[in-house]
């Protein structure tokens, strides 16, 4: 079983205290649904060009833009693949925590799996690695120079199943989710339990358990930003020595640079949110344009599927077929949505 060590610095705790409060102030902000969307778009064009710009994807932040608008761009098929599959590995995330599913092995192959389609070998896509696994450090001129070995292939899926293991309990026990993501990541890092893909997994996977224990602010943060700002930091706040038996286990180091990364966003996320803040609208206007929680999941929902139907918002919302008429009918009235189509083909898209 994993037992991390770890310790509460000032520092540490100075910062969750902040990212709490900031939480408080995000979560309870009402902002315009357009700029909500807008900022949440954002949010997922930014974790996708840096993850995957952290591991040598040249694409620029427009090109990502444009691929998350299913608009062509001229680019390496390779690194086209790794964005649109970065892209679709934050859609599984956001439908995993949709239907409240626990955190499985199952959910972290299938988010490898989607992190390297078409860039790797099928039959390596989201299964362990078979083999020894090695981090490089190139050096121009000179020999390669190996700075890490991960643990032996026969013992990825026993460590693996150690970290699930270890999540689970620490979910129950209440710890805080930051610490929880912080010490997941590091942990893939230190696996390394495929042969392509383990960072971005484990970004992925610390967004993943960020948002599922209710850390997600609204989505709007792109923690992948802070990193890629200084890569350098990164790689040496998550160096963990020479091989995985010998590393230094205390994660008290990496979970100081985890945190305050994390803050740093969550401050830029609350600088916006308290600019775009609607509060002193009068009550009328505000009648208008806050939106409820289940219209806020249709719009979520049409953020990734393109158009919702009746039958999906019956889905989605858990309600009779004739309460989701009545809702989508009235956002449609607000102009918050529009319908397409007729009789039982009608739909509805995004204004």
Known sequence: MLEPKYKITGKIA????????AKKVVDSAKILPKLALNLRRQAIIRMTHHSTEIEGNRLN?????????????????REIYEVKNYLSALKFIEKTVKAKKNITEKIILNIHKLVTAKT??????????QGPIYVVRRRLGQANEVIYTGPAAKKVPGLMSDLIKWVTQAIKEDLNP??????????????HPFNDGNGRTARALATLILYSLGYDFRRLFALEDYYNTDR?????AINIGKTYEKRDMDFTKW???????????????????????TKKLNAKIAEKIYLEKDEEKVLDFLEYMGKITINDAVDILSI?????????????KRKLIKQVGKGPKSAYVNV
């Open 255 to 277: 979970l100081e640079y985890f945190i305050e990364g994390f803050w740093a966003e969550i401050a830029l996320v609350k600088s916006k949110v308290e600019e775009l803040s």
């Open 320 to 332: 009779p077929k004739r309460t989701a008429q009545y809702k989508l009918k009235n956002m449609k």
């Open 61 to 77: 932040m427009n090109q990502v833009a444009d691929l998350y608008a299913n608009k062509k761009v001229d680019a390496p098929e």
């Open 232 to 236: 350098q930091s990164y790689y040496d």
């Open 120 to 129: 790797m070998n099928i039959k390596d896509c989201g299964h362990y690695r």
């Open 14 to 21: 100075n910062n969750l205290l902040k990212i709490i409060d």
């Open 178 to 191: 930051v610490i929880i993501a912080g010490i997941a990541h590091q942990e893939i890092a230190a696996i």
